[in-house]
C-alpha cells in the first residue's frame, strides 16, 4: 500500500517556474516507478512524466519535454515535478501515481495522489 500526497500547486504567470512534490509513504517506495498526470476540466487524465524506481529512467510527454523534469528521492520518499517555462495550456489538476510497471497508460498506476491545482494566467 502506498499513499501519496502531491503539493507544491498554485497560480502563477506564463513564463513562471512551479516545483510540485509528491510525498509517499510505504517502506517500498522504491520498488515501485512514478509518474505525474494532469486532467483538464471535462478532459480524461493525461501522462505527463514518469520515473523509474532507481530514478535513472525518465519519460515525459511531448508536450512538456523540455520544459519539466521529473526526479525522485527515494530516501525521502518523494518525487518531484520542476516545472520551468509554464504556458495557460498547462492549466490542470496535477497527479502523482504509483505503478508496478512504467508505462504512460493511467491504467497501469495502482496508487493516486488527491491531486494540486495548478493555474497559469497569461
Known amino acids: 500500500q502506498v499513499q501519496l500526497i502531491e503539493s507544491g500547486g498554485g497560480l502563477v504567470q506564463t513564463g513562471d517556474s512551479l516545483r510540485l512534490s509528491c510525498a509517499a509513504s510505504g517502506r517500498t517506495f522504491s520498488s515501485y516507478n512514478m509518474g505525474w498526470f494532469r486532467q483538464f476540466p471535462g478532459k480524461e487524465r493525461e501522462f505527463v512524466a514518469a520515473?523509474?524506481?532507481?530514478?535513472?529512467?525518465?519519460y515525459y510527454a511531448d508536450s512538456v519535454k523540455g520544459r519539466f523534469t521529473i526526479s525522485r528521492d527515494n530516501a525521502k520518499l518523494a518525487v518531484y515535478l520542476q516545472m520551468n517555462n509554464l504556458k495557460p495550456e498547462d492549466t490542470a489538476v496535477y497527479y502523482c501515481a504509483a505503478s508496478q510497471i512504467i508505462l504512460r497508460m493511467v491504467s497501469a498506476y495502482d496508487y493516486w495522489g488527491q491531486g494540486t491545482q495548478v493555474t497559469v494566467s497569461s
Open positions: 520515473v523509474s524506481g532507481s530514478g535513472t529512467r525518465t
